[in-house]
């Protein structure tokens, strides 16, 4: 099989149904941008300060293809349930947050991300992951789905957060914060 088809050559691109849409449609722009915070939680997996992460980093992973499947599919009300996110998946990641967050100090201000380049790129996957996030919400405006898939992401967005404060606090980065 060749990668390239030629099909998409005119701007459109198939869902996994076989139906066509361009490629500037509300639904790619979900889905490809669950696929680009697949690719930045790749990276934060590949970093050495997030050994003790890396299972959990791949759960998310393998749960964003499942939740990218059902995007990119033109029903996606009538999947079958091994392509939908694990039902239990928000609560895991709640579970991961609150093991993490007992050991961070509490938030009294906003915080300036940076000071480290897995912390930037733990908030780069955070921004990444609150855009997919809206595109989701966007498209489901006019196509119902499944509210475990923005749930999910909203969930991935805190953690991000609080793994780029645990990064902080085990390298001893102070965290801006931002004062007004």
Excluded at 18 to 28: F, L, N, S, T
Excluded at 48 to 57: A, G, Q, S, V, W
Excluded at 84 to 106: A, G, R
Excluded at 133 to 154: C, G, H, K, W, Y
Aim: proline residues 4%.
């Amino acid at each position: 099989m060749k990668i390239y088809t030629r099909t998409g050559d005119n701007g459109t691109t198939s869902l996994s149904g076989g139906k066509r849409i361009p490629k500037h449609h509300v639904r790619v722009e979900a889905f490809g941008t669950v696929d680009e915070l697949i690719s930045w939680i790749g990276l934060l997996r590949d970093q050495k300060e997030n050994n003790e992460h890396r299972d959990f980093l791949l759960f998310l992973q393998n749960q964003l293809m499942k939740c990218a499947a059902v995007l990119a599919s033109d029903d996606s009300q009538n999947l079958t349930p091994k392509l939908l996110p694990d039902t239990d998946c928000v609560k895991m990641v709640e579970n991961e947050i609150d093991k993490i967050d007992k050991n961070l100090s509490p938030l009294k201000n906003l915080i300036i991300p940076g000071g480290n380049i897995v912390v930037s790129y733990c908030h780069i996957a955070r921004c990444v992951c609150r855009r997919a996030e809206r595109a989701v919400l966007r498209l489901n405006v006019t196509d119902e789905i499944p509210p475990v898939i923005s749930m999910f992401l909203n969930r991935i967005a805190d953690y991000l957060f609080i793994l780029s404060r645990k990064i902080s606090l085990d390298l001893d980065i102070e965290e801006i914060k931002w004062l007004i």
